[in-house]
């Protein structure tokens, strides 16, 4: 067999490009943790069970806890998705109502899918072509009439801009709602002040944090975290090894541990040295005639987000990558993203800006601007209701007015703009390739 996917990968880690996307160790893991094929281990004497740990891997993760400031961490090898379903199936019973942000993660709806939950959305705010965050203008009211077992909410979003996650927390504790942190991008909020504030400093209840994406974990590596007295601790582990691998692998489980221990050794330091950069880079970003740069004000600075002009993100992504060996995290088809960490050294900033502005100096025409886009598609059923309904391939051009099957999730950052149970919007056909699935209406 040809070992394509091998050689892919080989080719990638022979060009040494210059890395501005996940995972946060920017492949320099050799300052981190030293970690090699031989650490692949199974469970047996010394090496303890990630489900039923007794020992070192129990001591590890309460050292984890310590470091992180919560009253209690797990190390989770199925990622922030399998940390949030397991956080929404820990906190809820089927048909109860469960209030989410409308940018979730497309893993919380497949929470409400798993329990059979009947979903309510927390509007989001769109300004200037951004997703920014929710609006909470009517929050508590929303709280007050239904009661919902459960909120779940994005902290920071995909861009970098928080919530008054304390605000959400006091509403949250004040109707006995469980609160419920998807901070899959703000694993490094705790460990400077120069940053939005973590939930887990907040009080909110479950903290779920990426290891791989803003701190060095692996590709997988992912924390549940527990921050409040309202969490049955034991309840919600056997709900993560409800939806955990009985087969976790050691590499990723260490690589929770060594993210966990460098931020404690060194991550403060290296974190206030990339913001520092990161500004930097934002500020001279501004002064390039035909660029754009997003401010980083109220918001996570490590998100560098700009545009050229007479240049659309993608052909700006695609250009970053082949011309200037720079690998940016996305785009949006209109602004580049350029995620920074930890791990990012100077040098890369510098190489970044001297690329951008060999890329405006030639740019003309205007600058493309992104649409406030969110068409809120009209819900006709639950998403588990949709989800268990037989369903039909139908070209795009016949599924407006049709009820989806499935999700539409631009990805990154994997952000539903159609859930099951939703009604296909002319609006939506942007993100339609082709097909797409829809409930068949003579099942």
């Known amino acids: 067999m040809k070992r394509e996917l091998y050689e892919s990968l080989r080719a990638n880690i022979k060009r040494e490009s210059v890395k501005f996307l996940m995972p946060g160790h920017k492949h320099r893991l050799d300052q981190v943790i030293d970690l090699d094929p031989s650490f692949d281990f199974t469970e047996s004497f010394g090496t303890d069970n990630l489900n039923d740990p007794q020992n070192v891997i129990k001591r590890s993760q309460m050292r984890c806890a310590n470091i992180f400031g919560t009253k209690a961490s797990f190390y989770t090898v199925n990622g922030s998705s399998g940390g949030i379903i397991a956080s929404v199936f820990y906190t809820t019973s089927p048909g109860d109502d469960i209030l989410v942000a409308r940018n979730c993660h497309i893993s919380v709806i497949r929470a409400a899918i798993i329990n059979r939950l009947k979903v309510h959305y927390i509007e989001t705010c769109f300004s200037e072509g951004f997703d920014k965050n929710i609006s909470l203008e009517s929050f508590e009211d929303q709280v007050k009439k239904i009661r919902p ?18 605000k959400i927390a006091k509403i949250s504790k ?14 490094h909020l705790h460990f400077s002040s120069d940053l939005p504030m973590s939930a887990i400093d907040a009080g909110a ?17 992912a924390y549940v975290h527990v921050a409040s007295d309202r969490v049955d601790v034991d309840e919600l582990f056997r709900a993560i090894t409800t939806f ?12 929770c541990e060594g993210a966990a221990a460098f931020m404690q050794a060194q991550g403060r330091k290296r974190l206030a040295e990339n913001i520092a950069w990161a500004k930097k880079l934002t500020d001279d970003l501004k002064q390039i005639e035909n660029v754009r740069a997003l401010p980083y ?48 050294e100077e040098d890369d900033y510098a190489k970044a800006l001297d690329a951008i502005k ?19 598609p009209k ?23 049709r009820v989806s099957a499935d999700f539409i999730a631009p990805y990154p950052p994997g952000i539903p703009v159609l859930v099951p149970g939703e009604q296909v919007e002319d609006g939506l056909l942007k993100y339609i390739c082709k097909k797409i699935y829809v409930i068949d209406e003579r099942s």
Request: charge should be negative.
């Open 149 to 166: 077992k459960a909120i779940v909410i994005t902290h920071p979003n995909y861009f970098g801009f928080p919530l008054d996650i304390e």
């Open 174 to 187: 004040n109707y006995e709602c469980t609160l419920i942190v998807d901070e899959a991008h703000g694993g």
């Open 205 to 221: 209840d479950i903290i779920i944090q990426s290891a791989h994406k803003m701190l060095t974990g692996l590709n997988q590596s």
């Open 244 to 255: 955990q691998t009985t087969s976790p692998s050691y590499p990723i489980i260490a690589s």
């Open 297 to 344: 004000e109220n918001r996570d600075p490590l998100k560098i987000v700009f545009n050229v002009r007479g240049m659309d993100g993608e052909t700006l992504h695609k250009k970053l990558y082949e011309d200037y060996n720079i690998e940016a995290e996305m785009n949006d088809g209109v602004n580049v993203l350029l995620l920074a960490t930890l791990m990012n």
């Open 358 to 376: 060999d890329i405006g100096k030639n740019a003309d025409g205007e600058f493309f601007d992104k649409e406030n886009f969110f068409i809120r």
């Open 379 to 401: 819900k006709i059923m639950e998403p588990y209701e949709a989800y268990a309904c037989k369903r039909i391939k139908i070209a795009c051009d016949e599924a407006v007015g």
